[in-house]
């Protein structure tokens, strides 16, 4: 348990280290779908002043399972929510990073436009469709996975293949196996957001990558014919 609480401790202070939350806006979770258990950064502390210890740790739907800590992150609902619908995803990581953001307040998808958007997502990174009032006042954070994992399985998009979504009006969320990769696809997230939007203020936006270069760059760094590094 505690080379967990380590990992999701280290992942969440990458985040303001690379400018992908101000404030307490963000957090990590990692699953451990053999102990049962789920380690999520605490409710409002500041990064600064956060520890390993301070990590919270819950059953797989989101009961506190250590007496006298701190309060889970408000958004553990969601991420025991996306690891119910993902079944292969290790760690989340949910920020408010500004180019992600703002793509997210646009009610569009990101599309592809270049290499490095392919070379992580195959395909445009999916916005979610809003909550309606009930779905807010019932059971936000809930209603807020639950958002993500209907997009993902109505449009038929693999959470591996495209491992992040825009969650309209709120924000980025984005998976990976583990929280060093999770919060890695949020930091190209938020890179190729800024990329897609220079490229449309310049007038390239009807410029998509051709499908046969987003199959070139993503297939050569994932899956069994992978050749990129040196792995």
Do not use: C
């Amino acid at each position: 348990m505690h080379a967990m609480k380590e990992r999701v401790y280290q992942a969440n202070l990458q985040l303001p280290d690379w400018a992908l939350v101000k404030l307490t806006w963000g957090n990590v979770s990692e699953i451990n779908r053999e102990l049962g258990v789920i380690v999520i950064k605490p409710s409002g502390v500041p990064y600064e002043s956060m520890t390993a210890d301070q990590m919270v740790v819950t059953d797989l739907d989101g009961n506190l399972l250590e007496e006298g800590g701190l309060k889970a992150s408000s958004d553990l609902p969601t991420h025991v929510i996306l690891y119910k619908g993902f079944e292969s995803i290790g760690s989340v990581a949910h920020t408010h990073s500004t180019h992600a953001v703002t793509w997210a307040q646009s009610s569009r998808d990101i599309p592809v436009y270049g290499t490095t958007h392919a070379d992580t997502f195959y395909g445009p990174v999916p916005n979610t469709r809003q909550l309606s009032q009930k779905e807010v006042e019932d059971a936000y954070e809930v209603n807020t996975g639950k958002v993500i994992v209907e997009t993902f399985k109505e449009r038929g998009i693999d959470p591996d293949a495209i491992p992040a979504v825009l969650v309209n009006g709120h924000g980025p969320f984005t998976w990976g196996k583990t929280p060093a990769k999770a919060i890695e696809n949020s930091y190209v997230l938020d890179e190729v957001a800024d990329m897609a939007t220079q490229t449309e203020q310049i007038g390239g936006k009807e410029n998509k990558l051709p499908q046969f270069v987003l199959d070139k760059h993503y297939f050569r760094k994932h899956g069994a014919g992978a050749y990129y590094g040196q792995g």
